[in-house]
């Protein structure tokens, strides 16, 4: 299938990215999708769990990677975003499966009625052997990463793969962002172990303290396999932008 055809109208791709162009949407996605199966070693008849996968911008490079076999399920708090996957992609490849949760948050989901703390995902206990999430984190309160981290150790199966992009807060991190060396402004401090780019919405991007971060990891009995430190900090965009951590069930 001709997955281009897949590429979102600019007002929904901009939710999830500063996407304007079409080629930079489906590229970065694609060299996303690549580096994540690449480095989590997925295998075509593995069943996938994307949280909070916006429009697909990553699901659609796994429409020509997964076997029949394979399974992808996405879940979105934001209702137009997760529309336009079951509308388009569900359509082409019923493997695929898309599921709203009904999460609050400031940016995407203000309707939501529920608290990040009360959400279950609607996926059963030990069944997934992957879990991404692409760019979430970066929207959520620390407390409530805590939350979704009990969830995902819930839903993967014994030695699944997690991956997860986001911005980690250390000393160096502090003194590039007061040094205005940053590209990522995250200079307002929301509370003890969080920093935001926005004053009045924060979770228009978080940076959270990475030692906080890992002990949540640790604590929800995760083993964290391997840190790829972003350039999200630095004004020499080469490379990954956010963080990412690869952490095993
Ligand atoms: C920056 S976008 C990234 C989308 C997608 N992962 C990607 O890389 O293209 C952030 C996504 O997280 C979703 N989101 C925010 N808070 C969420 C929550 N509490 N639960 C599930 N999804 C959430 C938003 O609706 C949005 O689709």
């Not at 490079?61 to 399974?71: A, I, K, R, T």
């Not at 911005?167 to 401090?189: A, C, E, P, T, V």
């Not at 020499?236 to 690869?246: S, Y």
Request: hydrophobic fraction near 35%; include cysteine.
């Amino acid at each position: 299938m001709e997955i281009k055809k897949l590429i979102p109208d600019p007002e929904i791709r901009n939710w999830t990215g500063p996407f304007d162009d079409k080629n930079y949407y489906f590229n970065l996605g694609k060299e996303q999708s690549e580096k994540i199966i690449q480095w989590l070693s997925i295998k075509p008849d593995q069943k996938i769990l994307d949280i909070g996968c916006g429009c697909g911008r990553i699901a659609i490079h796994f429409l020509d990677y997964l076997s029949g076999q394979g399974q992808f399920i996405g879940i979105d708090s934001n209702k137009e975003l997760l529309s336009y996957c079951v509308d388009n992609i569900s359509k082409v490849n019923n493997n695929f499966q898309f599921k709203l949760i009904d999460a609050y948050n400031g940016v995407y989901s203000q309707d939501g009625k529920l608290k990040c703390k009360d959400i279950i995902f609607p996926i059963e206990d030990e069944s997934v052997d992957i879990v991404i999430m692409w760019s979430v984190f970066t929207h959520m309160y620390l407390a409530d990463i805590d939350s979704y981290l009990k969830e995902v150790h819930r839903v993967l199966k014994k030695g699944g793969f997690f991956i997860a992009s986001l911005n980690l807060y250390n000393k160096f991190i502090s003194n590039q962002i007061k040094m205005g060396k940053s590209y990522l402004d995250i200079k307002y401090r929301v509370n003890e172990d969080s920093y935001s780019l926005d004053k009045e919405v924060p979770e228009n991007g978080f940076a959270h303290n990475e030692e906080i971060v890992k002990e949540f990891y640790w604590r929800n009995g995760f083993i964290i396999r391997e840190i790829k430190y972003g350039v999200w900090y630095s004004k020499e965009l080469v490379g990954e932008f956010h963080d990412c951590i690869i952490a095993q069930r």
